[in-house]
């Protein structure tokens, strides 16, 4: 396990029998992580993406929905804080993973790199790209979600003759599809907005570490401005100087399991067979407070940033909530490829999100 110290495994429960007010004392409330079973059987999804032998139906995905446009992560080839995006069409990327060999390019548990490069489709809107294939239905206990019904509302989505450029489905929802190779993963972080995630394995297996909220900070650098890429990397001490006294919770996820990502929680995610996955980002009343505190650190941030130019500014306001806008969402909206993409979003959730929280949780 690459000298990680592993503290707990995820709890596992049947969502059949698992009345809501029940996961939202211990889940919701508790804000821990869970995997629910049991709820994914009659998704379309689950027959039309699964070839019988268990493995992505790869051939369907081409032929059905070959021409949309998504982004792909280079898993072998690090930008920053992520990986190298790309964009291509989906028939190019199933041509690239059919044509792939494991021996051209993995990246195993211990974190080793060889030549080539690896894909990993992530953040594809496809329920805003395709609304009337319904690949499955949101589980009830993800329903109460205010992030995706604020956006569900946006004009963007009223009037189509205005807003009908496909950047502009980047920017529409927090209802992803995920597909890619075994090998493929995601490096360290926490969701964005610090919001609830849940992800479901329409096939194959997922190995997801989390750690907790309360050890965040051994993560980062001394600064608290870096977090650590990929856990099983050689760490610097140095750089992260508590690292090693990390505890990590861990979770092997199998086909038709789901499984909640609490506010806060830092994670990261192996594909352990080729997988196809559906996630959502979303937020109600009970981590409001997460999304929050997130926005008036950010807002501060990006104040203070820009300070010495308030006395020549007409409206400095409005240029704080303007970057407050473009580093909180462009900085952590991985689907988002530009500024500009997002400047949709921005307008109708970010420029205003601080008066609206605020007025929520009065």
């Known amino acids: 396990m690459g000298g990680l110290q592993i503290g707990e495994k995820v709890e596992r429960v049947d969502g059949r029998k ?23 059987d009659a998704w379309r999804a689950c027959s039309d993406w ?48 059919l044509g792939l060999s494991a021996e051209k390019c993995a990246i195993d548990l211990s974190g080793s790199e060889k030549m080539g490069s690896l894909l990993y489709l992530k953040d ?54 995920y597909m890619g190779a075994k090998g493929t993963w995601t490096p360290l972080h926490a969701d964005v907005f610090r919001s609830y995630s849940w992800s479901a394995n329409v096939c194959g297996k997922k190995q997801w570490l989390f750690l907790p909220p309360s050890q965040r900070h051994l993560v980062f650098d001394r600064h608290l401005k870096h977090s650590v890429y990929n856990v099983y990397d050689d760490v610097s001490e140095t750089q992260f100087p508590g690292f090693k006294k990390t505890i990590w919770w861990e979770c092997i996820q199998e086909q038709n399991e789901i499984i909640f990502v609490p506010s806060g929680w830092y994670h990261q995610v192996h594909n352990l067979e080729d997988t196809i996955s559906i996630n959502h980002n979303w937020f109600n009343a009970y981590n409001l407070s997460w999304v929050w505190n997130l926005l008036v650190e950010d807002y501060n941030v990006a104040k203070e940033y820009i300070e010495d130019i308030r006395d020549i500014c007409d409206d400095f306001e409005s240029i704080c909530q303007r970057n407050l806008a473009a580093n909180t969402v462009s900085g952590v909206c991985k689907g988002l490829a530009s500024l500009s993409q997002c400047q949709c979003f921005c307008k109708g959730f970010c420029s205003s999100s601080l008066e609206k929280a605020g007025s929520w949780l009065k």
């Not at 029940?22 to 994914?40: A, C, D, H, I, S």
């Not at 699964?50 to 070959?66: E, I, K, Q, Y």
């Not at 949101?138 to 019904?149: A, E, K, R, Y």
């Open 124 to 177: 594809w809107h496809f329920v805003k790209e395709y609304p009337d294939y319904v690949a499955y239905t949101t589980p009830p206990f993800f329903n109460d979600d205010w992030l995706n019904l604020y956006l569900d509302s946006h004009y963007m989505h009223r009037d189509s003759d205005i807003h009908h450029d496909k950047n502009e489905i980047n920017c529409a929802d927090y209802r992803f599809v």
């Open 50 to 97: 699964v070839s019988p032998d268990g493995r992505p139906n790869l051939s369907f995905f081409a032929h059905r929905f070959g021409k949309s446009r998504v982004q792909v992560a280079d898993c072998c080839t690090r930008d920053f804080t992520d990986q190298k995006r790309l964009e291509m069409s989906v028939a190019d990327f199933i041509s690239h993973w």
């Open 18 to 40: 698992l009345r809501y007010e029940e996961f939202v004392e211990r889940y919701l409330k508790g804000n821990r992580p869970v995997v629910l079973t049991g709820l994914m």
